[in-house]
């Protein structure tokens, strides 16, 4: 079976307020997604919904086909939420031997060690007495405990300094290479897009744009073609389809299109007084927080 999640116009509300509406997606065996978007997008619901642990008020999620609280599907599932609460009165070691045994077929502690830099101090301490950072690792180790089929990790890098999320990210690459399906939320493009194979991006409690990295970073990316003028009209422009913004700054005049030669070519055939023309592209991450803050259809 291909089709590992299935979420199927998934909606829910809280006090008769849109957390997430109408969302539909599908990832299958092997992919590495990311769910990127702002605060209060709509990630962790979504993750809550797909992890059994919030009811939909409308749509439906399935996890290997079946309903997500299935023994079956627990079995294959490894998680990270963002609380991490831990047992107390349990050394870190005693907490993973216990956590292996409710499955099948575990990582041995030497693995889980290994990929989550759990060091022999840490497995030595009581688990509610790690700090946050140590707190993230071992819950990562929790997650992994199982050698879960499919992993989900909901802003799994918060509080991690910059070595543990170096390990954290080249752990993600292993699993993946080793063909588990991996889902982490995050706020962040960067991350998404060097971790990520695909990208389904939220913006208020919807799907904005879903697709490669490229596809979502060329689709984010705006380009125009400017010039300075000494005509005080553009009405002539104004007809073309192919360009979908105008304005003017800083005494230039800006023209946005997907198709920048097609626009120059349109500025001499109109005959129009342009001179000094440049052609730019937006910058991402400029062009990320004023999409997410624009909330419109990409791709
Ligand atoms: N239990 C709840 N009760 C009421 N409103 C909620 C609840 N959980 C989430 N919300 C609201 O639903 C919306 C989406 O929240 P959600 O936590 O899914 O966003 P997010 O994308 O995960 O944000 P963040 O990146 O900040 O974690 C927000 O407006 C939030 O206030």
């Given at each position: 079976m291909n089709e590992i999640v299935s979420v199927k116009n998934?909606?829910?509300?809280?006090?008769?307020?849109?957390?997430?509406?109408?969302?539909?997606?599908?990832?299958n065996r092997g992919e590495v997604v990311a769910i990127l978007?702002?605060?209060?997008?709509?990630?962790?619901?979504?993750?809550?919904?797909?992890?059994?642990?919030?009811?939909?008020?409308?749509?439906?999620?399935?996890?290997?086909?079946?309903h997500p609280n299935e023994i079956k599907v627990r079995e294959q599932l490894g998680i990270m939420l963002q609380e991490v609460s831990v047992m107390n009165g349990l050394?870190?070691?005693?907490?993973?031997?216990?956590?292996?045994?409710?499955?099948?077929?575990p990582l041995s502690m030497e693995e889980l060690i290994s990929f989550t830099g759990l060091t022999d101090n840490?497995?030595?301490?009581?688990?509610?007495?790690?700090?946050?950072?140590?707190?993230?690792?071992?819950?990562?180790?929790?997650?992994?405990?199982?050698?879960?089929?499919?992993?989900?990790l909901d802003e799994p890098t918060v509080g991690m300094d910059i070595t543990s999320r170096n390990r954290f990210w080249k752990t993600v690459q292993l699993l993946a290479d080793s063909g588990k399906t991996i889902i982490f939320t995050t706020h962040y493009l960067q991350e998404a897009d060097d971790v990520a194979q695909r990208i389904i991006l939220f913006n208020k409690g919807s799907i904005i744009a879903d697709g490669t990295p490229s596809e979502i970073k060329s689709s984010l990316t705006k380009q125009f073609v400017s010039f300075q003028t000494n005509s005080g009209s553009m009405a002539k422009l104004y007809e073309h389809s192919i360009i979908t913004h105008i304005f003017e700054k800083n005494d230039r005049v800006f023209l946005q299109t997907e198709d920048t030669d097609a626009v120059l070519a349109l500025i001499f055939k109109e005959n129009i007084d342009a001179y000094n023309i440049q052609i730019e592209r937006g910058k991402l991450e400029e062009a990320f927080e004023q999409l997410t803050t624009e909330h419109k259809e990409v791709i």
């Open positions: 998934v909606s829910k509300s809280f006090h008769h307020k849109h957390a997430v509406k109408d969302v539909s997606f599908s990832i978007g702002p605060n209060g997008a709509g990630k962790t619901t979504t993750i809550s919904m797909m992890l059994g642990l919030l009811k939909p008020t409308a749509g439906e999620v399935r996890l290997f086909n079946q050394k870190v070691r005693e907490l993973l031997e216990l956590i292996r045994q409710y499955y099948p077929n840490d497995l030595k301490t009581l688990a509610e007495k790690l700090s946050g950072g140590q707190k993230r690792r071992l819950s990562f180790a929790l997650a992994l405990a199982g050698n879960p089929e499919l992993v989900i």
